[in-house]
Structures are given as C-alpha cells and as structure tokens.
C-alpha cells in the first residue's frame, strides 16, 4: 500500500471517529440480559455444517458420475439390440426367401407337367371310330379344357410373386441365364441362336429363378 492511499485510509477513518455519537456506541453495547456469543461454538458449527455440504458435493458427484455412465451403458444396450434386431430382421427375411425360393422351384415343376398334359390334349386327334363314341370325345376335350384351366392358374399364382418367363427363343445363347443341352445345326439362322426350349427359365424380380435349357444352333464337328 502506498503513501498516498494510507493517508486518504487514516483521513476517512478519522472523520468516522469525528461524527460517531457516544450513545450509539452505549446502544451497541450488548445487554445485560443477553447471553454473549459463543463464538467458539459457532465456528465449530459453521466448521461441521462446511464437511457437511463438502460430504454432500461428494456424494452428489459420485451419484452423476453413475448416472452418466449407467446413460452410457443403456445407449450402448440400446445401439447393440437395435443391430441384433437388424440382423435378425435380414436373417428372418433371407430365410423366408429361400423357402419362397424352393417352393416356386416346387410350382414350376408342376407347371411343367400340367404343360406337358396341355400339349398331348391339344395334339390330340379323335379317330374315325371315335366320332361314334361321342362321350369318350366330349370327356377327353372336358379334361383338356380343365388341365388348361390349372395351367392358366398356376401361371396367374406365379405372375402375382413376380415370376416371369425368359423369352430365349431367337436370341444369342447367355450362358447366365440358359444351359445349352443340345444342338441342332440350320443353315439359314445364325450360329449360337437358340432354336427351341427343351425346359423354360424364369425370372423373380429380374433375379434368375431357374435356367432355360435350351438346344443351340451350331454346326458339328465332323470326326
């Protein structure tokens, strides 16, 4: 503290002495009738109130810090089950498309038979002696007629799961999507076309179903 700053602290406290009034001073004198301040007491009053609210900070702390790291821990659980059930949820669904898989593989094996009755009925010819046998003629025609019922069935159920034919004939052997299990040579179309379809492909979702198999125009080699 400087010179200048204790002479201006020593002129304020001796204008203060200057204008305090003895009786106030008699006024601030305790009572007789008071008990007097134990102040030894109430600094150790005021010394245990202090540990106490440090020992309450404490406590509080350490309940945050478990708070925060059980807020931790449940997000974690939380982040973990939501990948379980993702995975889960792909898992269920590559397990039923595989089942859906097989049992479409299933339906066009039936759809190939019922196909194959189709075309006997359709390539049937009554003889001359069945036109005296009209019933007989009008059974056989009644079963074409519903076996080809079945066909269009099976192929509407197909349609609505998004399964279509490949459409092979005439265009280039893919060996991605057709087999080729035979050959047949006809000069007037072009080599590598497929001819016919011995068994048809499909399609799910522009995902290939089954091959085509298929008979592919190409000369043979003479041995």
């Known amino acids: ?74 997000g974690e659980q939380n982040r973990r089950l939501g990948h379980d059930l993702e995975r889960a949820r792909e898992a269920q669904g590559a397990t039923l498309r595989q089942a859906e898989t097989r049992l479409l ?12 009755a189709v075309r006997v009925s ?11 046998a009209s019933k007989e003629t009008q059974l056989a025609q009644g079963l074409g007629a519903g076996i080809a019922l079945t066909l269009q069935r099976v192929d509407d159920l197909l349609a609505e799961r998004r399964v279509r034919a490949l459409d092979v004939v005439g265009g280039r052997l893919d060996p991605h999507t057709m087999r080729a299990v035979g050959l047949k040579w006809q000069s007037d179309h072009a080599p590598g076309e497929v001819l016919s379809e011995v068994r048809r492909g499909y399609l799910r979702d522009n995902e290939l179903l089954r091959l085509a198999e298929v008979i592919v125009n190409k000369q043979e080699i003479e041995s």
């Open 1 to 74: 503290m400087d010179a200048e700053t204790k002479e201006r602290l020593m002129n304020q406290f001796q204008a203060y002495l200057n204008t305090c009034d003895p009786d106030d001073a008699a006024a601030d004198e305790p009572q007789q009738d008071e008990a007097p301040v134990n102040l030894a007491l109430l600094f150790t009053e005021l010394a245990v109130l202090r540990n106490e609210v440090r020992v309450e900070a404490r406590q509080f702390k350490t309940a945050l810090d478990e708070m925060r790291a059980l807020t931790e821990l449940l």
């Open 105 to 116: 593989l299933d339906m066009l094996d039936v759809r190939d038979r019922i196909a194959g």
């Open 122 to 132: 359709e390539a049937y010819e009554p003889g001359f002696f069945a036109r005296f």
